[in-house]
């Protein structure tokens, strides 16, 4: 079974651009989280998305935002871009059975903001 | 809230050494635990989980028990290997709808 993969792998965009980010989760897995690493903040929880709606939420400024298709590919924005944003971006999908919440990561989008 | 807790890294060590990396946690009800490691460059990689207390997550010759008792779920490893060198993240999640909360990553350095 493929893994998540995430698009583009490496992206580098200059202050008040904004960037789209792509994740494909596992086949049959119907959440999907994203999440933002920094050295400074560690991981820090976005958004959560199942079966097309945000179902959870992260303490992010409204230029962070998600959406998720039918298929449960997702995608994230983030506009007006500044330079703290600079970070790797990971995608996470996760099957919900037996109730216990295993998630599966992609390899990460590193986004640098000049 | 829920919580997890690691010792600060990092954590260096010789190859061949005992590797031991405290994880405790504060959650209601029974959560899952789960180990992931993150490789240089590279996302997390689930290592080992555990679903109930007094079960045993294992994986590559890692190891944590879930302590219901002392709320911990501490890494163990017999004997270490450069390529082991990582970041290890210690997590819990209740599932359902609640989000997976994740400890702030101990690195560890192998040494050859």
């Known amino acids: 079974k493929a893994g998540v993969t995430q698009t583009p792998r490496y992206l580098i965009k200059t202050r008040g651009q904004q960037v789209t980010l792509s994740c494909s989760p596992i086949s049959g897995h119907r959440s999907v989280s994203w999440y933002q690493q920094t050295p400074g903040q560690g991981l820090q929880f976005l958004f959560e998305?199942?079966?097309?709606?945000?179902?959870n939420k992260g303490n992010f400024p409204g230029r962070f935002s998600g959406r998720q298709f039918s298929n449960s590919r997702s995608e994230m924005n983030v506009s007006t871009l500044e330079l703290g944003d600079s970070a790797l971006y990971l995608c996470?999908?996760?099957?919900?059975?037996?109730?216990?919440?295993?998630?599966?990561f992609g390899p990460g989008t590193r986004l640098l903001v000049l | 809230g829920d919580s997890v807790t690691q010792m600060e890294g990092p954590v260096t060590l010789s190859e061949e050494a005992f590797l031991t990396i405290n994880c405790t946690y504060t959650a209601t009800g029974y959560p899952s635990l789960f180990w992931y490691v993150q490789y240089p460059g590279e996302g997390l990689q689930l290592l080992l989980k555990a679903t109930k207390a007094d079960d045993k997550g294992s994986n590559k010759g890692f190891e944590a028990t879930y302590r219901k008792e002392t709320t911990s779920f501490h890494l163990e490893k017999g004997s270490v290997q450069v390529s082991d060198s990582a970041v290890y993240f210690c997590?819990?999640?209740?599932?359902?709808?609640?989000?997976?909360?994740f400890g702030r990553g101990t690195s560890l350095i192998v040494h050859p």
């Open positions: 996470a999908s996760s099957s919900l059975s037996g109730g216990e919440e295993t998630q599966y």
């Open positions: 997590a819990l999640s209740r599932g359902g709808s609640y989000i997976p909360t």
């Open positions: 998305y199942f079966s097309e709606t945000q179902r």
